[in-house]
């Protein structure tokens, strides 16, 4: 079956960047000039997801907005004769199709992708956490799914991190069956460096079969008084083949600030109009 739908849980009220994020979601603010779910939309466009399901919740309206037409600026840019910018602007709102949820409690991860149930319905899906966002020649969604096509299970991307920082992600146990692929056995959410069974945290891309649907509508709060998915995942493990991918590329943590901030800077100087004068700057930076 092939992967056509994504889900993108965007309810989180983004407190890391307050006060940003008083009044406009995390989601959109821009690394350079462009939104930060814009870059993962495009991803999933390019991998070739079809149809993307955006998990909201209140505040969250020029997310909504940022993909639709914006008929007074294209008519605007059109008027003066700024193609550029119009054809930059009308691939935004036709970029692919998204349909919108509302999360009424920021319940967790978990409960995020379960409001979507209704609009995947029994067939496999993508997940993409917004805070990972992965600078590769092959999207790395892509990549996955390659994976996905040949064993048809559920595929996460993993990543290894220093152990030092492995308390802030989901972290699988496994064995490696081929190049940058394991084979799952135990997953746990969270877990303290003495706890972790490896190094490899699970990153936010995933590939899922449908049964996750009834397995979280029965999962209890786990760390963080949350319903988490990675404890849905463990459910899930027991009845199916479960595939850690190490993808290629660089991923940033944009949900952190230093995160965000090395992903601006590296972004900045890889474009062809920035990259140049910024690079300057930095080398005679004197403070
Ligand atoms: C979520 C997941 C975690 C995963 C992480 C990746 O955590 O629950 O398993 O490792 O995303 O970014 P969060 O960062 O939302 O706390």
Redesign the pocket.
Known sequence: MKIKTAVFPAAGLGTRFLPATKSQPKEMLPLVDKPMIQYVIEEAQKSGIEHVIIITGRGKNSIEDHFDMSFELEHNLREKGKSELLELVESISSMITISYVRQKEALG?GHAILCAKHLVGNEPFAVF?G??IVDSEEPCMAQMIKAWDKYQCPVIAVEKVDMANIS???VIAGDQTEDRLYKISDMV?KPKVEDAPSDL????RYILTPEIFDILEKTQKGAGGEI???DGLRTLLKSQDFYGYQFHGNRYDT?SKIGFLKATVEFALKREDLGAEFRDYLKNLDI
């Open positions: 991860l956490l805070d990972d802030s992600y989901g959410e945290a699970i990153i936010g988490q998915l990675t949900g």
